[in-house]
């Protein structure tokens, strides 16, 4: 049998770690909380995203972080979070009727429309300034230190599930645009400064460092 090429290879490694693109495909809603623990039980309202392929098991991710349906309803789905995704995330910060950012996870047959994103998020941003320009708005987020080494200008960050290019980048902070579809397409258009958000760095800069430090 001949070998896979290798982006074969490398395709299936990523399909089996279920990965998404950071293009929103719909907006819904936290609909009921269920508090267990040190843990959570969640159950999102997803409004017009199709899950009429989606099955107990799959993973859906909300506003950035990838989490597993246990549980479909008439109008979402329900899953858990763990105390160490609710203590790296804003999951924990959401109140019934916060808006939430959802992809369904890629397919080998999807377009990659913004970039290979995990959504198994980094570590939590700050919205630090916001300013009109034109029909956009350009966002400067502050990350921590140890986040802001991976960001560069012109590369990819996902932002509360959102692929973005970045634009500018000045110590831990960055800049991004945000032009009307973004802003009418999801819910970055609801933050003001001093929102917190889930930060995705690139991949490829995680793989970079790795392979340096070997």
Not at 157 to 168: A, F, K, P, Q, Y
Request: proline share 2%.
């Amino acid at each position: 049998m001949a070998a896979l090429p290798k982006f074969q290879i490398a395709w299936l490694t990523l399909d089996r770690q279920n990965m998404f693109t950071g293009i929103i495909q719909a907006v819904g809603t936290l609909a009921a909380v269920e508090p267990r623990g040190a843990e959570q039980r969640l159950r999102i309202a997803t409004g017009v995203l199709d899950l009429s392929d989606a099955h107990v098991g799959d993973s859906i991710a909300v506003s950035g972080v990838c989490l597993t349906a246990t549980v479909f309803t008439g109008d979402g789905f329900w899953c858990d979070v763990s105390g160490e995704t609710l203590a790296r995330t804003t999951l924990g910060e959401l109140h019934i009727g916060s808006r939430v950012n959802l992809e369904t996870a890629l397919l080998p047959t999807t377009r990659l429309g913004g970039h290979l994103v995990s959504g198994h998020v980094d570590g939590v941003g700050c919205i630090v300034e916001q300013r009109n320009e034109g029909q956009s708005l350009r966002v400067s987020v502050e990350v921590p230190k140890d986040l802001a080494k991976y960001i560069a200008v012109k590369c990819s960050v996902c932002v509360n599930g959102v692929s973005l290019t970045v634009n500018e980048v000045s110590g831990v902070r960055f800049t991004v645009n945000l032009v009307p579809h973004t802003l009418q397409q999801t819910t970055l258009g609801d933050n003001v400064a001093g929102t917190r958000v889930n930060i995705e760095v690139d991949l490829i800069a995680r793989y970079l460092e790795r392979l340096l430090e070997r």
